[in-house]
């Protein structure tokens, strides 16, 4: 209970760092709830991620299991408000504001300039979570197999996630 | 999510379930990265885009600056590089 200021703060940080997705906060989640905190480790940090895939709602949904594990229900609850509470906030008085700004000559030099940041943002928390879930051949396959099916076809991305868990599987039976 | 968390937090070290989950996050890992790609290709028209946004993977994963950090300096140099002015005399204005 006593970690709930600390879930407060770290989690309506990473909400104000999610330009282009929540993703753009993984490598902070990591560094903040695995390297500083130690609610959890890299690896369960990877496979909440993962499960996250699986369940439905956005994928930065996971957190609530964080909280959860860290400050139980309460943990829970408030790690929902402080991560969505404040970008919630945000995207709302921006979005009024953006409306308003309308002949604002800097108002097109923001958008393209943050839209490869935001792009970036989302490839490095990639690469975090590549580095803790892509470490031998089989993974290395799955991954480039899910890029390459879903660049080339419109696939629903439940099924690559329920692919590779069954590979995952079957590598598991046969080792 | 909550019920799926408690539940991986009980089972999560089965050795069946770490194996699945090996999967799952590695197809994850692609899932990203398609959308990455994807979303790279609509919204970075010039390929200068891809110094800004190298600029922010190295600063992030190989600096190891904090996200923050990247997103502010990153982002002025960028905002400053599309400034009005270049966009006027460029015609690079976006397709909003």
């Known amino acids: 209970m006593n970690e709930v200021p600390a879930l407060i703060r770290v989690f309506a940080y990473l909400s104000l760092l999610t330009i282009g997705g929540g993703m753009a906060a993984f490598p902070e989640l990591k560094i903040l709830s695995v390297d500083v905190h130690h ?3 890299y690896q369960q940090l990877v496979h909440l991620y993962s499960v996250g895939q699986m369940a439905p709602g956005p994928n930065m949904m996971m957190i609530v299991s964080i909280g959860e594990w860290v400050g139980g229900i309460i943990g829970a609850l408030v790690v929902v408000a402080a991560f969505f509470g404040p970008t919630a906030l945000l995207a709302l008085c921006a979005g009024r ?3 308003r700004l309308e002949a604002w ?6 958008q393209q300039g943050l839209a490869p940041v935001s792009i970036g943002l989302l490839l490095a928390g990639c690469f975090t979570l590549a580095k803790g879930a892509v470490h031998d051949l089989t993974t290395a396959t799955i991954s480039v197999s899910a890029l390459l099916v879903l660049l080339r076809y419109k696939v629903n991305p439940a099924l690559l996630i329920m692919a590779g ?4 599987a079957i590598e598991f039976y046969q080792a | 999510m909550y019920v799926v968390g408690m539940t991986y937090h009980q089972h999560g070290e089965r050795a069946l379930v770490a194996a699945m989950l090996k999967g799952v996050a590695a197809a994850a890992v692609g899932l990203i990265l398609a959308t990455a790609v994807q979303l790279g290709k609509r919204s970075l028209p010039h390929g200068y885009d891809l110094i800004f946004t190298g600029a922010t993977v190295i600063g992030v994963n190989r600096l190891h600056f904090s996200v923050l ?3 502010i300096c990153v982002g002025l140099v960028a905002i400053l590089w599309y400034s ?4 006027r005399k460029e015609g690079l204005a976006n397709h909003e």
């Open chain 2, 84 to 87: 009005p002015g270049r966009l």
């Open chain 2, 69 to 71: 950090t990247v997103l």
């Open chain 1, 105 to 110: 000559p800097w108002r097109a030099s923001i």
């Open chain 1, 97 to 99: 504001l953006w409306k």
């Open chain 1, 39 to 41: 609610w959890l480790t």
């Open chain 1, 165 to 168: 868990a069954i590979i995952g």
